[in-house]
C-alpha cells in the first residue's frame, strides 16, 4: 500500500509512505506506486504516530447517572457516586461499555490506552473483564492495565491482598492513591507498598498521586524517592498531581531536583481535572492542573489524558484526544506557537514514552506500520480548525476511517 503526499509530523514538505507486510517499508517524497499497488491519495494531509491515551478509567466510563448524578462535580462525590454503581457490576456490563468506548477513542486516532481499573472491589470483576478485553481487542487496540485501589491500599478493608491479587491476575501496573488514605502515615505506608509490588512482581506504576487541592498533600515526593530509590525510575509515573498546583514555590524548586533525578513520567488530566478541581474554592477558584510547563521545561516527560468519558467524575467525553489538548494548552498557558505546533506529543511520543512502547512506535522505515492522518496540513491547524482523523492504520491495517466535514456557507 502507498500513502501519497502527507506531511509526517508537521514536515513543511510532503512524503510517501509504503507499508508491505504490515510495516513501513519506505519513507521518501514521490514513490512511483508497484504494479497492482494500492494507493491511498491523502495529499496534503498531516500524518503522525497513533493517538495514545496514558490516563482513562475505562471499567467506569458510560455510568454517569447511574444509578445518581455527581451533584457538587467534586472527586469524592464522584468515589461516592461509583461506589454504589460498583455493586451492581457485571461482566457483560464492563464489556459492552469498554467496547463501544474503544470504538469511540479509535474514532478519533487512539490505538493505545493505558486503563486504570477499580481494585478495592472484593469481586475484583472489572479487573478480570479488562484483562480479557486486552486479550480480545490486542489486534486494534493495545490496553494496559492499572490495578487502582479506589478507595485506598491501607484505608480499604483487606486493600493490600486485592491489588497484590489483581498484580497476579496480570496486571500491568500497580496503582495507589495516597491522598485518600485515613493518614499521612497510610498515604506514605500506601505508596511504599505500591512500588515494593512493582518491584516483586516486575511491573510498572502509575499513582493516582495527589489529586486533591491541598497543598500538604505530599504524596509526589514519596513516590519519586522511591523511584529513584528503587531504580525503577521512568517506569514509574505520576498522575494528576493536582495539589502541585497549590505548592509554594520555594518547595517545588527543591521538589524539582528530585523530580528530575528521579525520572518520573507525569500524566496531566486537563478536562477532568479542570472541572473537579477548585470546588472548595470561592474567588479567586484554582485550576488545580500540575505544572506541566514548568516540568516540561525542566526536561521532565510529561502526557496528556481524558480520564474519563461520561462517568461519575466527568458528565461529558468522546474519547477524542484532540479536546484534552484544546482544554490542556489553555488552562496550562501553553498558546506559543511552536508549543501549539508540538502539541501532539502531549498525547503520542510522549505517552508513548509513559508507557513503555520502545522504539517500535513511531513513523520510521522498519516499524509496525501504524499510524494516523489528519484533515489539516499541520498540528496547529489541525487543532484549531477542530480537524477529523481521516484514517488510523494498526499495523497496516486500516482500523478507522472519517470523511473530511464538508460545510457551504450560502451567502
Ligand atoms: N478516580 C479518581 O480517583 N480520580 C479520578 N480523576 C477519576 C477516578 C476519574
Ligand atoms: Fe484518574
Redesign the pocket.
Known sequence: MLIKGVHIENAAETSDIRVTGGKFEEIAPSLAPRPGEEVVDCTGKLALPPFIESHV?LD?CLTAGEPVWNQSGT?FE??QC?SLRKKTLTKGDIKDRVHRAVRMQAQHGVQFVRT?VDVTDPTLIAMEALLELREELKDTIDIQVVA?P?EGIDSFPNGRQLVEDAVKMGADAVGA?PH?EFTREYAVDSVNFCVALAEKYDKLVDV?CD?IDDEQSRGLEVLAARAYESGLKDRVTAS?TTAMHSYNNAYVTKLMRLLTMSEINFVS?PL??TH?QGRMDTYPKRRGITRVKELLAAGINVSFGH??LF?P??PLGTGNMRDVVFMGLHVCQMMGYQEIMDSYKLISTNAAKTLHLGDSYGIKAGNPASFIVLDADNFYNALNQKSEVLWSFKNGRPIAKAAPAVREVLF
Do not use: K, S
Request: aromatic share 22%; glycine share 4%; charged share 15%.
Open positions: 478509567h467506569t472527586l464522584g468515589i461509583w486504570h487502582f479506589q492513591i485518600f493516582h489529586e494528576h488530566n477532568v481535572n473537579l480520564d474519563d462517568d467524575w466527568y
